[in-house]
């Protein structure tokens, strides 16, 4: 999420969440490609250097994220094939009319994904259920093991997502 509402501690808490997820995945699997997207109410692929340093204006409709990743993954990596692991990291406001087609877009990706891992950057926390966000109300029906969703509030939080997406597959035997 490269939206407008993204400040400068949420954008510091995604792209360190995504440096270390990329020096895991490079250090440890020998044959790994990884795809970056970004969006605010379009979304592109962009390349790693782009992904780390861009910032936009506007509003957020992260289905168009979503609808991406679907079509990516549906013309480059065969699920048969590939395993694949979407991450979308957002501070969660999101046009409340885009959340039904976000909904219908990751229930979509988990029908071909091993995981779906969405975190959340609410910075102090979320101690009040009102103040949850409209992407994270919106995953909360979601009952499938294969979607795991964080939110971080501190940067301390970073690692413990780490090893929440990548640790209980791991232990799993998923990989």
Same mark, same amino acid.
């Given at each position: 999420?490269?939206?407008?509402?993204?400040? %400068?501690?949420?954008?510091?808490?995604?792209?360190?969440?995504? #440096?270390?997820?990329?020096?895991? *995945?490079?250090?440890?699997?020998?044959?790994?490609?990884?795809?970056?997207?970004?969006?605010?109410?379009?979304?592109?692929?962009?390349?790693?250097?782009? #992904?780390?340093?861009?910032?936009?204006?506007?509003?957020?409709?992260?289905?168009?994220?979503?609808? *991406?990743? *679907?079509?990516?993954?549906?013309?480059?990596?065969?699920?048969?094939?590939?395993?694949?692991?979407?991450?979308?990291?957002?501070?969660?406001?999101?046009?409340?009319?885009?959340?039904?087609?976000?909904?219908?877009?990751?229930? &979509?990706?988990?029908?071909?994904?091993? *995981?779906?891992?969405?975190?959340?950057?609410?910075?102090?926390?979320?101690?009040?259920?009102?103040?949850?966000?409209?992407?994270?109300?919106?995953?909360?029906?979601?009952?499938?093991?294969?979607?795991?969703?964080?939110?971080?509030?501190?940067?301390?939080?970073?690692?413990?997502?780490?090893? &929440? #997406? #990548?640790?209980?597959? %791991?232990?799993?035997?998923?990989?």
């Amino acid at each position: 999420d490269v939206s407008g509402s993204m400040g %400068e501690f949420e954008k510091y808490v995604t792209r360190s969440f995504y #440096f270390w997820m990329v020096r895991f *995945l490079r250090s440890r699997y020998s044959h790994v490609e990884i795809v970056f997207i970004t969006h605010h109410t379009e979304a592109k692929e962009v390349d790693e250097e782009a #992904f780390f340093k861009l910032g936009e204006s506007g509003g957020t409709r992260a289905s168009s994220a979503y609808h *991406l990743a *679907l079509d990516v993954v549906g013309r480059r990596f065969d699920p048969a094939r590939w395993n694949v692991y979407p991450f979308h990291f957002s501070d969660g406001d999101n046009w409340p009319d885009d959340n039904p087609a976000c909904l219908r877009a990751v229930k &979509r990706l988990l029908e071909i994904c091993n *995981l779906f891992g969405y975190g959340e950057i609410r910075q102090g926390g979320v101690t009040v259920p009102a103040t949850v966000s409209t992407l994270m109300r919106t995953f909360a029906v979601i009952d499938d093991p294969r979607f795991l969703g964080v939110t971080i509030a501190d940067k301390r939080d970073v690692y413990p997502a780490l090893k &929440r #997406f #990548f640790g209980q597959r %791991e232990l799993q035997g998923v990989h």
